[in-house]
């Protein structure tokens, strides 16, 4: 009877064995990520180098193109929204608009983006930044910067009590 349940037991230690390797061996299969792993800096979208600005007769539009690519070069395929970023005068740059992007899933997305900055004053200067964001909140590097300084568009005449210079 010894030799029956040592037969047994080196059954049980084999088979247990083998469960033990076959888990392992789906668990490593069954891994869910089937790409590399990607630092979030590499994934954030490519800085913007096309912001552009202008007046025009309601205020300064700023403008700017989509961006298509990750900072690693890869597609760029979660683009949540943008942030606009002012700054007076030489001061101090501070958010003046967030804009969802909402054509994500669509076959014809939208290739530039405008916004409207109508708080602004005649003869006063300013600089403009956008960054763009992914659906994981990861952020782009700063987009080139451009200045303007507010002048009434052609053929904009000036209201009551606002100069012109």
Not at 16 to 40: F, Q, S
Not at 78 to 83: N, Q, S, V, Y
């Amino acid at each position: 009877m010894h030799g029956a349940a040592a037969g047994r037991g080196a059954s049980w230690r084999l088979l247990l064995r083998r469960v033990i390797i076959l888990a392992a061996g789906v668990a490593l299969l069954g891994c869910g990520r089937k790409t590399d792993v990607k630092p979030p800096e590499f994934a954030a979208p490519e800085a913007l180098h096309s912001v552009g600005a202008r007046n025009v007769g309601a205020g300064i539009r700023v403008s700017w193109e989509r961006p298509r690519r990750c900072a690693d070069g890869s597609p760029l395929r979660d683009l949540a929204a943008f942030r606009v970023e002012r700054s007076i005068a030489g001061g101090p740059f501070e958010t003046i608009a967030k804009l969802a992007v909402s054509d994500r899933d669509r076959f014809r997305q939208i290739r530039r983006f405008r916004y409207l900055d109508e708080a602004v004053a005649t003869g006063e200067r300013y600089r403009y930044r956008v960054f763009s964001y992914t659906v994981d909140g990861l952020i782009s590097e700063v987009s080139n910067v451009v200045e303007v300084v507010r002048e009434l568009a052609p053929g904009v005449a000036a209201t009551p009590g606002e100069e012109t210079r």
